[in-house]
């Protein structure tokens, strides 16, 4: 069983990634019976050689495949299976552009935005619904509503469900986003601009929000669970196209580990907790309080009708040139044969 793992923070660090990859020989695709029309050079059953996927601490049950080795076990070792830590959805969706990854955990929100904006990806399955995200401020903060953010700086990674609930957040509360300065932060980097006193208010997101409510006494300002856009997980149309089989392999364990989860939360707290580096109390409140598993996994209406939201808010902030290219995303945004098939 062959894996390995590295850390995802910058799109240079994606290419890098897949630079490093090429570079020892593990091509997606090299030698593969399916690319080739016939049986691959190490006689392996599966189209391809290489498997490169993401693991993020927002998606549990990423956390759960790779701890279990569920793709390892069914590929076996003519399989190379290398895991990519996602710093956010943007980390995951410039991976899955750059070809570092070919399976990418992200919201649904950066899904439909890096669709508009021509990334060929396609959601395969859906693997939480949570509330993830909300605006803090710090524990002395004057700011006591949403509409107290005008003129103010709030730190918002660009691209992230926590960007686009900041948005909904304002146009809910009668704030017009050009009177609020945004400072386009990573999660991590968000948190401490808030501690530090660099900005006013965080859109922030689990499980870094989390542990600054209970590290720093960081306070929600504003949550809306109905501005929360799902969790995709989401492949390249490359790798759904040519390696179904793998495609295939990857929705059955998701499927499985989210059975798994749901019958053992304390185990999911406590590997959330070492994984991220954070308090188990705090693991257990995104898990249990926060962290929606027992959802349908079959991309459709429910996550249309959020993105149909969330959709005129991107062109209106100039993330999607029209909403032509919104609404032709939406509607090639999902492909749920592997999920159907999974969940039979």
């Known amino acids: 069983m062959r894996i390995r793992t590295a850390r995802l923070a910058t799109v240079t660090s994606a290419l890098a990634a897949a630079t490093l990859m090429a570079t020892a020989g593990c091509v997606a695709g090299e030698g593969s019976a399916a690319a080739a029309g016939g049986d691959s050079s190490a006689g392996s059953q599966w189209s391809t050689d290489t498997l490169n996927i993401d693991f993020a601490t927002y998606n549990p049950l990423s956390l759960v495949v790779r701890d279990q080795g569920l793709i390892e076990k069914e590929l076996g070792d003519s399989v190379e299976v290398n895991w990519l830590q996602s710093a956010g959805s943007n980390k995951a ?49 004057g700011i006591t509503s949403v509409a107290d953010l005008e003129g103010k700086s709030v730190a918002a990674t660009k691209g992230t469900d926590p960007y686009f609930f900041l948005l909904q957040a304002l146009e809910a509360n009668g704030v017009d986003p050009a009177d609020v300065e945004v400072q386009n932060l990573q999660h991590a980097d968000g948190r401490t601009a808030l501690d530090n006193g660099s900005v006013d208010a965080w859109s922030g997101l689990d499980p870094i929000m989390a542990a600054a409510e209970a590290e720093s006494g960081d306070k929600l300002l504003y949550r809306n669970v109905d501005f929360n856009t799902y969790g995709f997980l989401n492949a390249t149309e490359e790798f759904v196209t040519d390696h179904p089989d793998v495609a295939q392999v990857v929705v059955d364990a998701y499927e499985e580990a989210r059975a798994w989860a749901q019958e053992h939360p304390d185990e999911v707290s406590a590997l959330l907790a070492d994984v991220a580096g954070i308090d188990p109390q705090v693991a257990t409140t995104v898990i249990e309080e926060r962290s929606n598993l027992d959802v349908d996994p079959v991309p459709g209406d429910a996550q249309r009708e959020v993105l149909e939201k969330v959709g005129p808010i991107l062109v209106a902030n100039g993330d999607v040139p029209n909403q032509q290219q919104v609404d032709d995303a939406l509607d090639s945004l999902f492909d749920t044969q592997f999920v159907e098939k999974a969940t039979e």
Do not use: C, F, H, M
């Open 93 to 141: 969706n410039e991976a899955l552009r750059a070809g570092a990854v070919d399976v990418g955990s992200t919201a649904g929100s950066a899904a439909l935005l890096a669709r508009a904006n021509g990334s060929p990806i396609k959601t395969i399955d859906v693997y939480s619904q949570p509330e993830w995200s909300a605006i803090v401020v710090g524990p002395d903060s």
